[in-house]
């Protein structure tokens, strides 16, 4: 038999690996076939580029934990011994992930030796490694996560939302709007209607009676079509919570977003009991035992779930899982990322029923975009890539120009 050309290798895999969950059968049993499943096991990680990823925001975004400026992150490449390429980006926020650009640089380069020689298909062996990272740095957990899934996609030439199970190339997302004046908040949402998005993402979390004017400002200006959906950020105590969620009632406010201190699991569930507004945990979900505990609490109405909180895909599946297990319905997040992590994103989204909502339009925040491919957006309406793998590579130009690790 003739030795296969690299471009055949490549085919033959992305069948090897899809033909290697099935028992053997008269049709998969050719020479060939069994080569590629022995091609398909024998894959393994050659090496991983580790990069700083810093890109500065259009201007200045505030919510209730401070100002933000720009999204400083980390980009990393899974190098195969078969030439396939994975890419993950890190895109932590010190004041809800806990981790930083720096301890996430660190703990890659220990990722890197420890899966240096390892099957990159085996993701739920390699979380094993990964994830022991998850508590003190889930952003760099979740970048390797989706580079080992961008790889497995690649490999059995599917799109990660189609491996996942999943058929929804479209989903709507929200634009959001950050802290300011009512009246340049109201400028805001007008604008991100005017773009065609139905749905708002509004962030207050100060002063109750003030963010009720800001909100009174936003209806007003757009309408009563388009969704409201708040997002406090952690900053009232229970009793603002209730008092300013009273008064925005009759505003028409889809949701609620983490309106009290993550921690407080008890206050969570007296604002959820109390309040005409439905709540959704955010910064108090991370991983699929707090989304048990959240359950178990009664503490909330929603989930949202974000790639950077909860190590990466195969642990927002889980999530998912369990939130569809107790009738509680879920959005997919962001922090900061490019339209890498956000692709990574909204493949889950494109694989699971139980995600009802989107909240994945930070890249429109960055001052450039530095994705060749990946998931679009157009008139509030996001299109999945239906290439293999996750469909997103980064600007051969602008990787050059990366500081390298």
């Not at 530095?370 to 309406?381: E, S």
């Amino acid at each position: 038999m003739r030795p296969f050309t690299r471009t055949e290798f490549l085919k033959m895999l992305g069948a090897g690996a899809l033909a290697s969950a099935f028992p053997a059968r008269a049709g998969l049993a050719s020479p060939r076939m069994e080569s590629a499943k022995a091609a398909a096991k024998a894959l393994r990680i050659r090496d991983v580029e580790i990069y700083y990823w810093d890109i500065p925001f259009k201007e200045p975004l505030t919510i209730a934990l401070g100002t933000i400026t720009e999204t400083n992150g980390v980009l990393i490449r899974v190098l195969t011994d078969a030439g396939i390429v994975g890419l993950g980006e890190s895109c932590p926020f010190a004041p809800v992930t806990g981790d930083t650009q720096q301890t996430n640089i660190d703990v890659a380069r220990d990722l890197r030796e420890s899966l240096k020689g390892k099957d990159p298909l085996a993701i739920e062996s390699a979380g094993r490694t990964i994830g022991t990272f998850g508590r003190s740095n889930p952003c760099i957990v979740a970048a390797f996560d989706m580079a080992l899934y961008d790889i497995l996609g690649q490999a059995a030439g599917l799109p990660v939302f189609r491996l996942l199970g999943g058929d929804r190339t479209t989903f709507e997302t929200d634009a959001t709007t950050g802290i300011d004046t009512p009246e340049k908040m109201a400028r805001s949402a007008r604008e991100h209607v005017a773009a065609g998005f139905r749905a708002l993402k509004v962030k207050i979390g100060q002063d109750p009676d003030t963010d009720v004017a800001r909100l009174q400002a936003i209806r007003d200006a757009v309408g009563p079509g388009p969704a409201l959906r708040l997002d406090a950020n952690q900053g009232y105590t229970v009793p603002q919570a209730l008092y300013a969620l009273r008064r925005m009632e009759k505003l028409d406010i889809q949701f609620c977003e983490q309106p009290v201190v993550r921690t407080d699991i008890s206050g969570l569930r007296q604002v959820r009991e109390a309040s005409p507004i439905a709540i959704m945990a955010d910064e108090s979900l991370f991983s699929p035992v707090d989304a048990i505990r959240l359950v178990k609490e009664e503490a909330c109405d929603y989930f949202n779930i974000k790639l950077m909180k909860c190590g990466g895909i195969a642990n927002a599946v889980k999530i998912s899982t369990i939130g569809e297990a107790a009738n509680i319905r879920c959005m997919l997040g962001c922090n900061s990322e490019t339209r890498l992590g956000l692709t990574a994103a909204g493949h889950v989204l494109g694989a699971q029923s139980n995600i009802f909502y989107a909240d994945l339009d930070a890249f429109l925040a960055l001052g450039i975009d530095p994705i060749a491919g990946g998931m679009t957006v157009k008139n509030g309406t996001a299109t999945l890539p239906e290439t293999p793998g996750l469909g997103a590579v980064v600007d051969p130009a602008f990787l050059k120009k990366l500081k390298k690790a």
